[in-house]
Antibody, heavy 126, light 109 residues
Framework: DVRLVQSGAEVKKPGDSLRISCKTSGYTFTSWWIGWVRQRPGKGLEWMGNIYPGDSDTRYSPSFQGQVTISADKSSTTAYLQWNSLKASDTAMYYC???????????????????WGQGTLVNVSS | QSALTQPASVSGSPGQSITISCTGTTTYVGRYSFVSWYQQRPGEAPKLIFSGDNKRPSGISDRFSGSKSGDTASLTISGLQAEDEATYFCCLGAGSDTIFGAGTKLTVL
C-alpha cells in the first residue's frame, strides 16, 4: 500500500524554527519526486517545491525560494519541510505530495500530484 | 506569474451534469498533458481525480472527465451525486512553477 504519512499538528511562536515530516512507504523512495503544497485557512492550494531523493535535486516555487528548505532522508524514506524563522503568515495546512512529471527540452514539468499526505496543520501565533 | 481562473462556485441537482472551467494563457493551458484536477471535501486532503496525461486514477468514477479548448481546460461531472459536493482545483505544470486555480465550490442542490 503506497502511503504518505505526515507528522502531527504544531503550535509555534513567531521566530521559532520548525521541521515537519512526511514518511513514505510502499514505493521506491529514490525513484520519485516528493514535494509540499500549502493551504492557508479558507484559501486555495500553493505548490512550494519538490525534491528528488535519488540525487537531492530540489526545485522551489519562486514564491517560496529562500523561505523554506525541503530535504529528504533516503535511509528513513522521509521528506522534510523546514523553516528557520516562522511568521504568523506561515499558519496553514501543509500537504506532502508525490509529483509525477516529465522532462521536455531540459525543463521539468509536473503533470499531476498522484498521492497526498493527510496534512500537517502549523499554527504560528504569539 | 501566470494565473488560472476558475468560477468561485457552481451548482447542480442530482443526476445533472456540470462543467467547471479553468482558463489561463494559451502558452500554458495549451500544454494539456500538464493539466490536472483535484477534489477536496471539507476537512480532507485533496485527491487527484483527472489529469491530461493519464486521465482518471484507479478508483475514480468515469463520471469525471476532462477536456480542453483553446486556453480553457474543463472538468465535467455527469450524473451528479451528493458525494460530489466539494471544492475542485485545477492545476498546471508550467516548468519553473506549478500553479493552482483558486478553486470552485460545487453545491449539489
Amino acid at each position: 500500500d503506497v502511503r504518505l504519512v505526515q507528522s502531527g499538528a504544531e503550535v509555534k511562536k513567531p521566530g521559532d524554527s520548525l521541521r515537519i515530516s512526511c514518511k513514505t512507504s510502499g514505493y521506491t523512495f529514490t525513484s520519485w519526486w516528493i514535494g509540499w503544497v500549502r493551504q492557508r485557512p479558507g484559501k486555495g492550494l500553493e505548490w512550494m517545491g519538490n525534491i528528488y531523493p535519488g540525487d537531492s535535486d530540489t526545485r522551489y516555487s519562486p514564491s517560496f525560494q529562500g523561505q523554506v528548505t525541503i530535504s529528504a532522508d533516503k535511509s528513513s524514506t522521509t521528506a522534510y519541510l523546514q523553516w528557520n524563522s516562522l511568521k504568523a503568515s506561515d499558519t496553514a495546512m501543509y500537504y506532502c505530495v508525490r509529483p509525477v512529471g516529465v522532462y521536455e527540452s531540459h525543463i521539468h514539468y509536473i503533470s499531476r500530484f498522484d498521492l497526498w499526505g493527510q496534512g500537517t496543520l502549523v499554527n504560528v501565533s504569539s | 506569474q501566470s494565473a488560472l481562473t476558475q468560477p468561485a462556485s457552481v451548482s447542480g441537482s442530482p443526476g445533472q451534469s456540470i462543467t467547471i472551467s479553468c482558463t489561463g494563457t494559451t502558452t500554458y493551458v495549451g500544454r494539456y498533458s500538464f493539466v490536472s484536477w483535484y477534489q477536496q471535501r471539507p476537512g480532507e486532503a485533496p485527491k487527484l481525480i483527472f489529469s491530461g496525461d493519464n486521465k482518471r486514477p484507479s478508483g475514480i468514477s468515469d463520471r469525471f472527465s476532462g477536456s480542453k479548448s483553446g486556453d480553457t481546460a474543463s472538468l465535467t461531472i455527469s450524473g451528479l451525486q451528493a458525494e460530489d459536493e466539494a471544492t475542485y482545483f485545477c492545476c498546471l505544470g508550467a516548468g519553473s512553477d506549478t500553479i493552482f486555480g483558486a478553486g470552485t465550490k460545487l453545491t449539489v442542490l
